[in-house]
DNA sequence: GACAGGGTCCATACGATGTAAACACGTCCG
DNA sequence: CGGACGTGTTTACATCGTATGGACCCTGTC
């Protein structure tokens, strides 16, 4: 059993092989969602897709679950990571938040797949109230707040709303780019249109209710909630 | 084999059981989802649930993924019927809107296990843009609107918005209570709580982010957002 | 150079899952 | 009485997550 190669790889395993890594299996996951959704991440194909045995990924991650979570944090935190996201000295609170949310958006727009996992796991810390994961990225939330001026309650009343505000219209304009359909068909034909003459004003004002004008509205949301914010601000610290 | 009892029931099929419903099947998959979340929600334990194999469900929803679509239309459609959200003769557009948020609200709190489906579950039609499921109550928001002087414009401004506030809030209110935590314990106890010795402002805030105020929260964003839909109506309509 | 130790991956196995197909039974209509 | 039909059961299969134990390679020590 030395040889002969069941597999129809060298059956001899570690071989030259650049050796799997967290990162490198993260990755491959991500890649997996990416196209395909949700669904196409089992723990075989994940293991196929980098050439290797599914139990083989159980040495960097406890579990699926936790490839999940895995996952959710590491997009959540390379969005951290983003020069263009983190906060600079010229700026004031609101040019951070709006660069927040634009990256954000970003990570969405690029993950449609995965935004709602990250819109709806359990978090690491539940008690937090909005729990938008990585409590890291909660952390520079807060800090940076404070350092512009934020009194404490200020900051956590801007995380509130500024966080389910993120994810309400993230998570309805992620949803309605088709998230879920087979991966089977790269784009197969949308479904059979749902027959409407029971519903006429909806299908009366559907082209309208198609429309795409999701930049002007988010935009538009997300200033009125600097607003609010602002002068919850004001309120607090006078 | 025609007897002997292999189920530990009586073999004989059909005898006098009530029969199964569509109904009847949705509601007992949906308390098996409120007590012990998604993952308990498999095809043989609702058929166990229900006194039958698993296979009969089939009759009345034609795949798991279906079951799911059918809880959250019923859920949504329970509300739609709910007398306490319908808009009455006398009220206004905002009190319409006040009272549908209160429902869905309540909605979210009695399912909070489903609710995430709710806001994640591809819809009917894709392009009706914040996806709310149910078209059977976008129709009643747009008429309920229109028939209170809204314009056409105005009312699907009012629908995106109101749509995405209710989504985001609630999601997010819905998750903070521990949403996913295996069915077999009751209630355990909460994870063993995160080191948060690296992010000491999150540590420092933390009573103050897990505080409840989330009554008063949800309201003052909502009547927020009443101003705002009504500013822009005003705009649409002069 | 030999050899022990440990890290990485594989092979196998088990129970659970969703669901297709064929079948059994009870009811009702002719 | 006989078939059609509807409802539930049986059996089967592919796939899933993952526990367990063994095979292989690399490295460090003598």
Not at 33 to 60: C, F, K, P, T
Not at 99 to 112: E, F, I, K, L, T
Not at 161 to 175: D, P, Y
Request: proline share 8%; aromatic share 6%.
């Amino acid at each position: 059993m030395v040889d002969g190669e069941p597999t129809g790889e060298r059956a001899g395993a570690t071989r030259r092989r650049p050796g799997l890594s967290r990162a490198a299996v993260l990755d491959a996951a991500l890649e997996l969602v990416d196209r395909g959704g949700l669904a196409q991440l089992s723990m075989r194909r994940l293991g196929a897709s980098l050439q290797v045995e599914a139990m083989a990924i159980y040495r960097y991650v406890r579990s699926r679950d936790a490839l999940l979570d895995g996952l959710v944090d590491r997009v959540m935190d390379q969005l951290y990571a983003d020069p263009a996201v983190l906060l600079q000295e010229g700026d004031d609170w609101a040019d951070f938040l709006r660069r927040v949310a634009d990256g954000v958006r970003r990570v969405a727009r690029q993950h449609p797949q995965l935004f709602p996992l990250i819109a709806t796991r359990p978090p690491a810390a539940p008690w937090v109230r909005p729990p938008l994961r990585s409590l890291r990225w909660v952390e520079g939330f807060l800090t940076g707040l404070q350092s512009r001026g934020f009194s404490e309650d200020g900051a956590i009343y801007a995380y509130r709303a500024f966080a389910s505000f993120l994810v309400g219209h993230l998570l309805l304009e992620v949803s309605a780019k088709g998230v879920d359909p087979v991966p089977t068909e790269p784009t197969g034909p949308p479904p059979p249109d749902v027959d409407l003459s029971a519903y006429p004003e909806l299908q009366r004002l559907a082209p309208r209710l198609a429309v795409e004008d999701l930049d002007e509205e988010f935009a538009h949301g997300l200033e009125d909630l600097l607003e609010r914010i602002g002068e919850r601000a004001r309120l607090a610290r006078p």
